[in-house]
């Protein structure tokens, strides 16, 4: 049921106990699902009766489980609405092992909440979707076998050459045989742990981060070690330490409008990280979705353009800026570290489809798709705006965010008497969603944070949305004054 790692720097009782966590807030152990025994999980796992009572302890503390005098221990009722069926009986499932540690991020996705506040996805009446349509035309015209191929390995050629020339505007001096093309982002997240990191390898991680790259890491057995992030982004003085003691294989890092808290990380601090990497001979994974999507001057260089002796894995997405429902990323890369990737690949699906990556050939530095990127990121600067106006006037004492420069979050600070899960039940029942702050932890245990996407919905949408969070907040504010003290 759990796994964990006796040569980890992170106490055993901590690391069931982040286990237990992961799996009940993923929704992979259900509300009701009975825990084995002290003794049994002991047994198990081969650790003392005392550190599994010490980490049942905590996770009894913290509201996820409950204990029944003479039947045991069982999860909690979680404040998630429950979407099997109850007419069927699944718990025999149960029985059966799996490897999947921890998926929270999908938990947020799948919403069909009216305030879609939850997920980075554009609204898709942004983009030029009649022009993408003659595009798709155009294709077909050109090749009407095109659905009969296979995509190389590797990448379309022409989308790579495209590619190459496209980042030599950001200083990535690199070539077509160093790029893959990806379904996405994520599959690029997923190349670099399925190839490179094992279980009890060290992964450090910004806190709070990427809930999808978190899922993704847990899944391969790492060791994660996070760094606090400031205005700058990750800290670099306290990253140098952890590097000292614990030897990590890969950093992973978002340094340009990083996700969740839309900070940027200045080009100096950047360096500092290279060096960082180079002198521990570790791997920096630069997770770069949002560079585009800047609202008053451009970011600065991305890390890679710094690296020239292959340390840096890069990783671009095109989804959120380009056409979402074509999925296509690149990864850049060098050397072995480039082969093993590509290897993996081939492992995993032989290539990404060749249609969409032919969509995107004249997408990519086309006069367009400029005019395309200017308009967006004048509406997304003009959403942002009527978030932080909505919370600024409506939003309890106590209530303060991030202003993003760019990208398609707000990240939210609460004060102590809210808990962010506890506000996003409530705001479930009005049809409103976001993602909760403890999905972009990996160690700590989060309750006061908020992501809140505002690329999705339009300014209407955003306005009475943000208005109802506002609403439950106070409500809670008024609660939580009212409360009898002993």
């Given at each position: 049921m ?13 690391q ?5 966590v ?10 009701g699902?009975?825990?084995?025994t002290?003794?049994?999980?002991a ?9 599994v ?9 913290d509201g996820?489980?409950?204990?029944s005098k ?7 009722m979680?404040?998630q609405?429950?979407?099997s069926?109850?007419e069927?009986?699944f ?8 490897y999947?540690h921890?998926?929270?991020y999908?938990r947020?996705q799948?919403?069909?909440a ?9 609204d ?5 979707n009649?022009?993408m349509d003659?595009l ?5 015209k050109?090749n009407?076998r095109?659905l009969s ?11 790579r050459?495209k590619?190459t020339q ?7 001096e690199t ?9 996405g982002?994520q599959?690029?997240i997923d190349l670099v ?5 094992g279980?009890?390898d060290?992964?450090?991680m ?6 999808g790259?978190?899922d993704?890491?847990r ?5 994660i ?9 990750m800290?670099?003085d306290?990253?140098?330490?952890l590097?000292?003691?614990h ?5 992973y890092?978002t340094?340009?409008f990083?996700?969740?808290?839309g900070?940027i990380?200045?080009l ?6 290279l060096?960082?990497?180079?002198s ?12 585009d999507i800047?609202?008053d001057?451009k970011?600065?260089?991305?890390i890679?353009s ?22 296509i990323?690149?990864?850049?890369a060098?050397?072995?570290i ?7 690949k ?7 489809p060749?249609l969409t ?5 004249p ?6 798709t ?8 004048a509406a997304?600067k003009?959403?942002?705006?009527v978030?932080?106006?909505v919370?600024?006037?409506?939003a309890?004492?106590?209530v ?7 990208g398609?979050n ?7 008497w809210?808990?962010?899960n506890?506000l ?13 702050g ?5 160690i700590?245990n989060e309750?006061?944070?908020l ?7 339009n300014?209407k949408?955003?306005?009475?949305g943000?208005?109802i ?7 809670m504010q008024?609660?939580?004054?009212s409360?009898?003290?002993?």
């Amino acid at each position: 049921m759990i796994t964990i790692n006796k040569s980890e720097a992170i106490p055993l009782s901590k690391q069931i106990y982040m286990s237990f966590v992961d799996k009940i807030r993923s929704g992979l152990l259900p509300s009701g699902s009975k825990l084995p025994t002290v003794r049994q999980l002991a047994k198990d796992i081969e650790v003392s009766l005392v550190t599994v009572m010490k980490a049942y302890k905590q996770l009894e503390e913290d509201g996820f489980i409950e204990l029944s005098k003479g039947k045991g221990t069982y999860v909690k009722m979680q404040l998630q609405p429950e979407t099997s069926n109850p007419e069927q009986d699944f718990d025999w499932q149960l029985s059966i092992p799996d490897y999947l540690h921890r998926s929270q991020y999908a938990r947020f996705q799948d919403s069909d909440a009216s305030y879609h506040f939850s997920s980075s996805m554009i609204d898709p009446a942004l983009f030029p979707n009649q022009y993408m349509d003659q595009l798709i035309e155009q294709v077909f015209k050109q090749n009407p076998r095109i659905l009969s191929q296979y995509g190389g390995i590797q990448g379309d050629l022409a989308l790579r050459e495209k590619m190459t020339q496209n980042l030599l505007k950001s200083k990535i001096e690199t070539t077509a045989e160093n790029l893959l093309i990806t379904s996405g982002s994520q599959q690029g997240i997923d190349l670099v742990a399925r190839t490179f990191v094992g279980p009890g390898d060290v992964v450090i991680m910004e806190a709070p981060t990427y809930p999808g790259a978190i899922d993704v890491f847990r899944s391969r057995g790492a060791t994660i070690l996070t760094v606090p992030i400031d205005k700058d982004g990750m800290r670099v003085d306290m990253l140098h330490a952890l590097c000292e003691k614990h030897n990590p294989k890969l950093i992973y890092t978002t340094p340009t409008f990083h996700n969740p808290t839309g900070t940027i990380m200045p080009l100096q601090r950047r360096k500092v990280l290279l060096d960082i990497a180079e002198s521990h001979h570790c791997l920096i994974m630069e997770d770069d979705p949002f560079s585009d999507i800047y609202f008053d001057r451009k970011p600065p260089l991305p890390i890679k353009s710094l690296d020239k002796s292959g340390h840096v894995i890069y990783l671009k997405g095109l989804s959120k800026t380009i056409a979402p429902g074509c999925r296509i990323g690149l990864l850049a890369a060098s050397g072995s570290i480039f082969k093993r990737l590509y290897a993996a690949k081939a492992n995993m699906d032989l290539g990404s489809p060749l249609l969409t990556q032919k969509v995107i050939v004249p997408l990519v530095d086309s006069v367009k798709t400029e005019q395309h990127l200017k308009r967006l990121r004048a509406a997304l600067k003009s959403r942002r705006d009527v978030v932080l106006a909505v919370l600024k006037e409506h939003a309890p004492s106590g209530v303060t965010c991030f202003i993003p420069k760019g990208g398609l979050n707000v990240w939210i600070q609460l004060p102590s008497w809210i808990d962010s899960n506890v506000l996003l039940y409530e705001a479930n029942k009005r049809h409103v969603s976001f993602l909760t702050g403890s999905a972009c932890f990996a160690i700590e245990n989060e309750h006061s944070t908020l992501r809140l996407s505002y690329s999705y919905a339009n300014e209407k949408q955003l306005q009475d949305g943000v208005m109802i969070l506002c609403e439950i907040m106070r409500a809670m504010q008024s609660a939580s004054t009212s409360s009898p003290t002993f």
